[in-house]
C-alpha cells in the first residue's frame, strides 16, 4: 500500500513546545463515567465517550460535550485524517456519528468501523430488517445478505468488500454447508464463485481487484482474486496482499515442505518456513518482509527472501518499513520482554509492552511508545528518555525529522509536547 | 470372546459421507498422514507398546462399561491404529466410521492413560492421529463438524454472529452496571493488563456469566478488555474432529486479537479444552512453543485475585460442595492445587473426590465426545459410570466445575444417574461469597 | 557346529544387537526432529523426574494398583539383565576368550535368577491369557516375543542341569540366546531402547510444559 504522508501533517504546529490541552481529572470529577481516552493524529485533540447522567452518554472533547447523546456509544475512534467518530444508538437505532454529525440512515446494529488509510473514507458493516450490508461513507450498500462478518475499505475511500453469507443454513447442516454457502460481496456486488469459507480480504492499490484467502473443499485452500481461484491449491493460506501499483498477488501458503510465500501461485522465495505471515510492502513497492519462523519456536523477520540472524523465542509482530523502504523495524518478544529489532540489531532495553514504531522520515531514527507497569515511556533509536507517563499516544516525527511529537497524560493532565528530537537521542 | 454387541449408532456426518468412500481414497489419506503427518512420537509409540493392558485401568470407558477391553485406550489403539497400519492399502468404509466412533466418540483424549502406561505413551496422540485420519475423510459426526464448520466461519464455536457478539457484551454491561456502578466490558481497550476472553456458550445460552465476570472485575479493579471482533472465543472443536488448519486459525485469530489490543495477558474464562488448544495445540501448530503472550486459566485467575486480596470472601458458601477437576487444567496445567486453595477460600464444607489430582476421573465429555451431540449421549453417559460413582461418594450438594465442557458433561451423568447434585462454575460461587463494597453498589 | 555357534555366531549376534540398536537409536533422533515440538520441550530435569518415578518399584500410582505385576516384572527384567551379564558360564567364555573377566554371580544364585524369570514368564504368559483386556490386545507375536524372551533362560537352565545331552542343549542355549539379542532392536522387545526416551519425553511435556506430575 502507497502510505503517503498526511498533506496536513506539514500544517502541524510544530514549533510549541507544551500546550496543556485538556484536564482529564476534571472530567472524571464531573462525568459519573468516563470511558477510554483517544487522541488525534495531530495531538491537538483528546476525547472519550462519558455517561453524563444514567444511561446517558455523549463525547467529551477537549473538555466540551458533543451536542448529541445516545442511549449507547463506542467506537469512538479518530480516523487517519483526524476526524472524530463514534458509534451510537438511540431508540434501538445504531448509526455513525462523526464530528457529532449522525449519518442519516441508522440501522438495526452497526460495527467493524474501518478507515481507508490514504484518503478519507470510512465503512461499517450494519444490520437491517432486510439483512446484512455495508454503508461506506454514509452510503448504505443497496444489496443485503444473509449474513456479513467482514469489512475491507479500498485504499481511496471509495469502495468495500466483505465476506457474505450466500444462503441460510440450519443448524447442524453439515450438507449444505459442504455446496460452499459463502462469497464475497464488492461494493454490493457479488464474486461469481462461492466457497466452503472466505476470510480476510485485501484491494489492489488502485482498489480494481480483491483477492481473499478461500477454502474449496475440507483441506483445500487458496488465493482467489476478484473471484477467480489459483490453480494451486494448499492445506492452508494466510491474508495475501497485492504488489503495490500491481496486479500480482503475494501470500503465505502451507506447502508440502512447509510454509512458503508464493506469487499468483508460484513460489517466491527460494525458502520454505515453519511459519510466515504479515507480509509488507516497502512503500514503493520494492522491497517485501514478512514474519518467518525459521524453526519450530523461533521467530524474526525475513527481507526479500533473506532471514535475518537475529531469532526471538515468543513473537515477531508485523514489519514496517522507513519511508524510503531501506530500512525495517519489527516489535518482537523474548523471556516474558518485549523490544525493537531494527535491521536485524535489536534494541537492548526492553519493556512490558511496546507499540509499532515509527521511522523518521529520512528512515534513520525509530520511536516507539512503551510501557513498564503502568509506567509509559518514549522510547528512540532503543534509549528510554526515562521520562514517565500514566498515558501516552503514538509519537509522531516531524516532516523534517528534527523533532518528535508526544501526546502525554501526566497527573491527570493531557499535554502535547514538541520536543527536538536531539533532547531524546 | 462373548463380548455385548456395540449399539449401532446413526449419525448422517458418519453415515452420508462413509458412502462416497472407497479403498483408495482412503489408502491415500493414511499413507499420507502416516508418512508425512507423524514421526518419532507414532513411530516410536507403535514399536514400543508390549500390549501388557497395563493403561486399562487409566480410562474410565473402560472401567464404566465392566471392563470391556474394546474401551481400553490400548484396545482402542488397535482397534483402529493396529488395522490400519496392517492394511493400509485396502480398508473398507464401513472400517473408517468404526474408526470415527472410536476415536471421535469413545475416548476424551483426557491423556489420564498416559499416565499409566509404564512408558508414558501417549494413547490420547494416537487416537487423535486417527481423528485427523478420520477428518481428512471427512468423517466427523455431525454435530461436532457443524461446531468445526462454525470454527471455520465465524471462528467462534456456536455461529455467533459478530453483532451478536458485541451486542451481548453491551447488554451485559448494563445487567452488571445494575448491580455495581463501576461495571464495564470495555471493548477494543488497548494496552489492558487482561484480555478476557470466553467460549461461544457464553454469548449464546449463557450471557450472565459475562455479566458476572463484569461485576468481578469491577469489584478486583481489573483493567481489561475484550474484543468486538472475532478472535474473542477461544474454544476449539477443530482440534478435537482433527481439522488442524481450522485449529490453527482459529488460535491465531485468539491470540492476535489479544496481540493486536498490546493486552499483557490473556485469561480465559472457565473452560479446560479452550485452555488446551489456546495453551498447547493451537501454538503448536502454528509455531510457537509457547502462547505469544501469557495466557492463565480462569482458576489461575480467580486464585490471584483471592490471594493477592483484590476479592475479599464476605461469607463462606455452605452447602457441601467437591470439584470436578478438568483434565486438561488440572493433568494439563497442573492447576489442582490452586483449584483446592480457592475452593478453601470460599467453601466452608470441601470433599474431595477420589481419585484426585492428576489421577482425576475426565468427565467424559471433553475431547469434543459431547459435542458429538445426542446420537451419542446415551454411550457417553454409560462411559462414566466411574464418575458417577465418584461423585455420589463425595454425598457433596454442589459440584464446581471450572469447565464448559464438563460442565455439560456432569449434569448430564447427575441426571443419567440421579445423583440429585447440581453444577456450578467456581464463578457462581465467587458471585455468592464476594464482598462487595458499599461504595461499588448500584 | 558348536564351534561356529559358540564363535561367529555370538559375534554376529552382538554384531547385530549392537548395530540393529544403533540404527533404532539414530532413526528415532531423525524423526524427532520433523516431531517438530520433541526437542524444544525436552527437559533433563523433569526426564529424570519421570524415569525416577518409573524405575522404581511402587513410585508410581499404577504400579501400586498393580503390585503384582509390577513385583513380577522387576523380577524378571533385573533377572533377565543382570543374571546373564554376571553369569558364570557367560563369564568363563569370555575369559577363555578374550582373557578378561569381571565379578561373577555364585552358580546358585545364577540359577535361582534364571527360575525366577522362567516362573515371571509364565505369570506374564497366564496374565496373557486370562485378562480379557490383555487378551484381547494379543496376537501370536506377542507369545513369540515371550517365548524369545524365555528360551535362552529355559535352555541355559537344562544346560546348566545337564537334562538332556549337554552339547546340544548348549548349542541350541546359544542359538535361542543369539535369536534373542538379534530380535531386539527390530521387534517390541526394542522397548529396551526407547524406554527411558518415551519416559523422558512424556516427563518432560508433562513437567516442563504442562505443569503436572506424570506418575
Ligand atoms: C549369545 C551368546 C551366548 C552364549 C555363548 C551363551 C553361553 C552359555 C553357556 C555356555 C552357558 C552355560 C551352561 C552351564 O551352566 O553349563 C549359559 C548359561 C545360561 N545363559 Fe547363556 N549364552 C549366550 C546368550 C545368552 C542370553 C542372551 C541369555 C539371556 C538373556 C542367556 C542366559 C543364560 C542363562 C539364564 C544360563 C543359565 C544359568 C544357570 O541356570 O545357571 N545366555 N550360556
Ligand atoms: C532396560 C531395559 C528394559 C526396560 C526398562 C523394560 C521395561 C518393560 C516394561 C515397562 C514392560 C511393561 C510391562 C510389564 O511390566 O510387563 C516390559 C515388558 C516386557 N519386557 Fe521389558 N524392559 C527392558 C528390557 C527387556 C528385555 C531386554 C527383554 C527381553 C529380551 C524384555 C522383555 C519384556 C517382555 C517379554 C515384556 C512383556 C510382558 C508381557 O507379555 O506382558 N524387556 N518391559
Ligand atoms: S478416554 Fe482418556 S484414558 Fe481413555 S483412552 Fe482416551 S485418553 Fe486414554
Ligand atoms: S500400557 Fe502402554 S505399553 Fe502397555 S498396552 Fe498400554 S500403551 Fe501399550
Ligand atoms: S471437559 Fe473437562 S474433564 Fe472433560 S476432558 Fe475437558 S477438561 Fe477434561
Redesign the interface.
Given at each position: 500500500m502507497n502510505l503517503k504522508a498526511y498533506p496536513e501533517k506539514h500544517s502541524w504546529d510544530w514549533e510549541t513546545s507544551t500546550k496543556e490541552i485538556a484536564n482529564i481529572s476534571d472530567w472524571i470529577s464531573s462525568f459519573?463515567?468516563v470511558?477510554?481516552i483517544v487522541i488525534s493524529p495531530e495531538g491537538e485533540r483528546i476525547a472519550a465517550i462519558v455517561m453524563t447522567e444514567d444511561d446517558v452518554f455523549s463525547v467529551c472533547v477537549n473538555g466540551e460535550l458533543w451536542t448529541n447523546t445516545f442511549e449507547?456509544a463506542?467506537?469512538l475512534k479518530f480516523s487517519p485524517n483526524g476526524s472524530l467518530f463514534c458509534i451510537g444508538m438511540n431508540d434501538d437505532e445504531w448509526t455513525v456519528i462523526e464530528e457529532d454529525k449522525p449519518w442519516e440512515d441508522s440501522f438495526d446494529?452497526v460495527?467493524?468501523m474501518k478507515f481507508s488509510p490514504e484518503s478519507p473514507g470510512v465503512g461499517v458493516?450494519v444490520?437491517t430488517s432486510e439483512g446484512y450490508g455495508v454503508a461506506l461513507n454514509g452510503n448504505p450498500w443497496d444489496s443485503k445478505f444473509v449474513?456479513m462478518?467482514s469489512l475491507e475499505v479500498s485504499p481511496d475511500g471509495k469502495r468495500a468488500a466483505g465476506t457474505v453469507?450466500l444462503t441460510s443454513l440450519a443448524?447442524?447442516?453439515?450438507?449444505s454447508?459442504k455446496k460452499g454457502l459463502?462469497g464475497l460481496a464488492v461494493d454490493g456486488e457479488l464474486w461469481g464463485t462461492n466457497f466452503?469459507?472466505v476470510?480476510d480480504c485485501v484491494f489492489s492499490t488502485e482498489g480494481t481487484k480483491v483477492a481473499a484467502e478461500v477454502?474449496l473443499v475440507?483441506?483445500r485452500?487458496t488465493i482467489a482474486v476478484d473471484g477467480i481461484p489459483w490453480d494451486q491449491e494448499f492445506?492452508?493460506v494466510w491474508r495475501p496482499i497485492f504488489v503495490p501499483d500491481g496486479h500480482d498477488v503475494i501470500a503465505p501458503c502451507?506447502t508440502?515442505d512447509g510454509w512458503r510465500l508464493l506469487v499468483n501461485g508460484k513460489s517466491l522465495w527460494n525458502k520454505s518456513f515453519?511459519?510466515a505471515w504479515n507480509t509488507v510492502f516497502s512503500p514503493n513497492g520494492a522491497k517485501l518482509a514478512a514474519v518467518v519462523?525459521p524453526e519450530?519456536?523461533r521467530?524474526t523477520i525475513g527481507v526479500d527472501g533473506n532471514v535475518w540472524k537475529n531469532s526471538f523465542?515468543?513473537?515477531v509482530?508485523a514489519p514496517v518499513f522507513s519511508p524510503d523502504g531501506q530500512r525495517v523495524a519489527a516489535v518482537a518478544?523474548d523471556s516474558?520482554k518485549w523490544t525493537i529489532i531494527v535491521n536485524d540489531v535489536p534494541w537492548i532495553e526492553n519493556f512490558?509492552?511496546i507499540?509499532d514504531p515509527a521511522f523518521s522520515p529520512d528512515g534513520l531514527h525509530v520511536a516507539a511508545k512503551a510501557?513498564r507497569g503502568s509506567d509509559y515511556f518514549v522510547v528512540v533509536d532503543g534509549k528510554n528518555s526515562n521520562q514517565k507517563f500514566s498515558k501516552l499516544g503514538a509519537p509522531v516525527f516531524s516532516p523534517d525529522g528534527s523533532r518528535l511529537l508526544m501526546k502525554t497524560v501526566e497527573a491527570g493532565r493531557y499535554f502535547r509536547k514538541i520536543v527536538p528530537l536531539k533532547n531524546l537521542l | 470372546m462373548g463380548l455385548p454387541a456395540i449399539p449401532i449408532v446413526s449419525d448422517p456426518g458418519l453415515d452420508e459421507t462413509v458412502k462416497g468412500l472407497t479403498p483408495e481414497k482412503i489408502a491415500k489419506v493414511v499413507n499420507r498422514i502416516i508418512d508425512s503427518e507423524t514421526a518419532a512420537r507414532f513411530k516410536v509409540y507403535m514399536k514400543t507398546c508390549v500390549h501388557c493392558g497395563l493403561c486399562s485401568d487409566a480410562c474410565h470407558w473402560f472401567l464404566s462399561n465392566d471392563r470391556d477391553p474394546r474401551f481400553s485406550p490400548v484396545g482402542k489403539v488397535k482397534q483402529t491404529l493396529w488395522e490400519i497400519i496392517k492394511r493400509k492399502d485396502s480398508l473398507d468404509p464401513a472400517f473408517l466410521k468404526e474408526c470415527s466412533r472410536i476415536a471421535h466418540t469413545e475416548c476424551n483424549v483426557c491423556r489420564r492413560c498416559s499416565m499409566y502406561c509404564p512408558f508414558g505413551i501417549d494413547i490420547a496422540y494416537l487416537l487423535m492421529v486417527v481423528r485427523r485420519i478420520c477428518s481428512e475423510l471427512e468423517m466427523v459426526p455431525q454435530f461436532l463438524q457443524d461446531t468445526v464448520n462454525s470454527h471455520s466461519v465465524t471462528m467462534n464455536q456456536m455461529w455467533v454472529k459478530q453483532d451478536e457478539w458485541i451486542d451481548t457484551l453491551q447488554w451485559q454491561e448494563e445487567e452488571a452496571k445494575g448491580e455495581i456502578k463501576t461495571a464495564r466490558i470495555p471493548l477494543d481497550k488497548e494496552g489492558a493488563d487482561v484480555f478476557y476472553s470466553v467460549i461461544a456458550p457464553e454469548p449464546k445460552i449463557l450471557a450472565q456469566l459475562i455479566g458476572n465476570i463484569a461485576q468481578i472485575m469491577a469489584v478486583a479493579k481489573v483493567d481489561w478488555t475484550m474484543p468486538s471482533f472475532d478472535g474473542w472465543d477461544n474454544s476449539n472443536m477443530a482440534m478435537y474432529s482433527g481439522d488442524f488448519e481450522t485449529m490453527g486459525r482459529v488460535e491465531r485469530y485468539h491470540h492476535e486479537a489479544a496481540l493486536k489490543l498490546k493486552a499483557r495477558r490473556i485469561v480465559m474464562g472457565e473452560c479446560g479444552h479452550a485452555f488446551r488448544g489456546a495453551a498447547y495445540d493451537g501454538p503448536k501448530w502454528l509455531g510457537w512453543k509457547q502462547p505469544p503472550i501469557p495466557l492463565i486459566h480462569a482458576v489461575d485467575f480467580y486464585h490471584e485475585l483471592i490471594t493477592t486480596g483484590r476479592i475479599k470472601i464476605a461469607r463462606k458458601f455452605k452447602t457441601p460442595v467437591t470439584v470436578q477437576e478438568p483434565c486438561n487444567i488440572v493433568r494439563g496445567r497442573g492447576l489442582g492445587k490452586k483449584l483446592r486453595e480457592i475452593i478453601a477460600a470460599t467453601c466452608e464444607d470441601f470433599t474431595p473426590p477420589y481419585p484426585d489430582f492428576e489421577h482425576n476421573y475426565c468427565c467424559g465429555a471433553g475431547g469434543g465426545v459431547i459435542n458429538c451431540g445426542p446420537p451419542w449421549k446415551t454411550s457417553r453417559v454409560k462411559g462414566n459410570e466411574v464418575k458417577a460413582k465418584q461423585l455420589a461418594e463425595t454425598k457433596a450438594k454442589i459440584i464446581i466445575t471450572p469447565c464448559h465442557n464438563c460442565h455439560s458433561g456432569i449434569e448430564d451423568i447427575i441426571s443419567g444417574y440421579k445423583l440429585g447434585m447440581h453444577v456450578k462454575f467456581f464463578s457462581e460461587i465467587l458471585m455468592e461469597v464476594m464482598e462487595i463494597p458499599d461504595e461499588l453498589r448500584a | 557346529m558348536y564351534e561356529f555357534v559358540s564363535g561367529p555366531l555370538v559375534w554376529i549376534a552382538f554384531i547385530v544387537f549392537v548395530s540393529g540398536m544403533v540404527y533404532q537409536f539414530v532413526t528415532m533422533l531423525r524423526s524427532a526432529r520433523k516431531d517438530k515440538v520433541i526437542y524444544p520441550y525436552m527437559s533433563l530435569k523433569y526426564s529424570l523426574r519421570s524415569l525416577f518415578h518409573w524405575m522404581i518399584p511402587f513410585a508410581s500410582r499404577n504400579m501400586r494398583d498393580r503390585y503384582e505385576v509390577t513385583i513380577v516384572t522387576f523380577l524378571f527384567h533385573i533377572c533377565l539383565i543382570l543374571g546373564p551379564i554376571f553369569l558364570l558360564a557367560h563369564i568363563a567364555m569370555f575369559a577363555f576368550a578374550w582373557g578378561f573377566k569381571w565379578q561373577t554371580l555364585s552358580q546358585v544364585a545364577g540359577t535361582y535368577m534364571t527360575i525366577v524369570v522362567i516362573l515371571a514368564s509364565l505369570f506374564l504368559l497366564l496374565r496373557r491369557l486370562m485378562m480379557p483386556e490383555i487378551q484381547f490386545v494379543t496376537d501370536p507375536s506377542d507369545y513369540l516375543l515371550l517365548a524369545i524372551a524365555a528360551a535362552p533362560f529355559i535352555t541355559g537352565l537344562a544346560a546348566n542341569q545337564q537334562w538332556f545331552d549337554y552339547q546340544t542343549t548348549v548349542i541350541v542355549h546359544i542359538i535361542t540366546g543369539a535369536v534373542m539379542l538379534m530380535l531386539i532392536p527390530f521387534t517390541r522387545l526394542s522397548h529396551m531402547l526407547f524406554f527411558p526416551f518415551t519416559r523422558a519425553y512424556m516427563g518432560s511435556e508433562f513437567g516442563a510444559v504442562r505443569n503436572a506430575r506424570d506418575w
Open positions: 459519573p463515567e470511558q477510554e449507547k463506542w467506537s446494529y460495527w467493524n458493516n444490520r449474513q462478518r453469507q443448524e447442524g447442516d453439515v450438507f454447508f459463502w466452503l469459507n476470510w477454502r475440507s483441506g485452500q492445506k492452508a502451507l508440502t515453519n511459519q519462523s519450530f519456536g521467530w523465542g515468543e513473537v509482530l518478544k516474558g512490558d509492552m507499540w510501557a | - | -
